[in-house]
């Protein structure tokens, strides 16, 4: 059997929109817009074992490519350390890959998958039929290569490591009001109890408001509910939101998802999209959602 042919071994496995390339990894990732990648797997040593092998025959890979676009949108501090510290490049690489069969056509929600640096990736399916990795979204489309098969992504994939309560209490600079005030309240322990989707005013965001803010903080009962407002029980990364769509909060109202060419909840502008976490993921917000009768 020659090694080509060997890939289509995979075929009854791997959804109808998949390719057949004849380039083994490397080459596929060099003939590409893949060139930090490809950078980062020359700088730990895995040029070679990219480049041969019959990996889908004896052991295969399924390979999330992050493009080049993917790594423009990681934070300036994140890119300089993987160019910067060899050592921290080998587990952000192996988080990419996935030994044994893990293609699309198995990927349902809630199912996981175990990376080669021993994390999981967790897979949520949408009604809609998006699906995202790590909060990542994953289309349908993956290329079978000589030795291995490829997914190309537009985002990084990032461990799950901090809980929503966690990664604000970490980011107190950006989000130091709506972490005191979720304390203050607490709804910080309770963010821990469940999967949910935050919609996280940052601190300038509370200026808006800040002329109510003394007759708001005076009703303890208006507080909690305007903090609840920006609650959904849930997960609910980018990729499952659509026009028009309702979203039942923790103080029981509906918030209005509105897409054009920028995604707005209730009117408050979305400016930072999916920071997955432990149990849920971060939408960064303009402003405040209150009550109408509270401004």
């Known amino acids: 059997m020659n090694q080509f042919a060997a890939a289509f071994l995979l075929i009854g496995f791997v959804s109808v929109n998949a390719q057949i390339d004849k380039r083994n990894v490397l080459q ?3 003939d590409g817009n893949f060139t930090t990648l490809v950078n980062l ?3 730990v040593g895995l040029a070679a074992p990219l480049s041969t092998g019959i990996v889908v025959c004896i052991n295969p890979y399924y390979i999330f490519a992050p493009t080049d676009e ?3 949108k990681l934070p300036v501090d994140v890119l300089l350390k993987l160019r910067a510290d060899p050592s921290s490049v080998l587990g952000f690489l192996q988080f990419h890959v996935v030994g044994g069969i893990a293609i699309n056509n198995m990927f349902t929600n ?3 998958f175990d990376t080669l640096n021993n994390k999981t990736i967790h897979i949520i399916k949408y009604k809609n039929n998006a699906t995202v990795a790590n909060g ?3 289309s349908q ?3 079978i290569v000589r030795n291995g098969v490829i997914h190309k992504v537009d985002r990084v994939l990032l461990p799950l490591e901090k809980s929503i309560s966690e990664y604000l209490g970490e980011h107190d600079i950006q989000f130091q009001d709506l972490y005191a005030a979720l304390v203050l309240e607490g709804y910080e322990k309770a963010l821990e109890g469940g999967n949910f989707t935050l919609f996280a005013p940052e601190d300038h965001a509370f200026s808006s408001i800040i002329a109510a803010l003394p007759t708001i903080t005076a009703d303890d ?3 909690k509910k305007i903090l609840a407002m920006h609650v959904v029980p849930g997960v609910y990364f980018s990729a499952a939101l659509t026009d028009g769509m309702k979203l039942t909060t923790l103080a029981g109202n509906q918030l209005t998802v509105s897409i054009n060419s920028k995604v707005f909840i209730d009117g408050a502008q979305v ?4 920071v997955a976490t432990t149990n849920g993921a971060i939408h960064t917000i303009t402003s405040v959602i209150t009550p109408p009768s509270s401004t």
Do not use: C, H, M, Q
Request: no cysteine.
């Open 28 to 30: 596929y990732l060099e």
């Open 41 to 43: 797997v020359k700088r």
């Open 70 to 72: 993917a790594f423009n």
């Open 110 to 112: 809630g199912s996981t």
């Open 136 to 138: 990542v979204p994953i």
């Open 141 to 143: 489309n993956e290329v």
């Open 221 to 223: 009962n208006l507080f």
């Open 271 to 274: 400016i930072v999209t999916d």
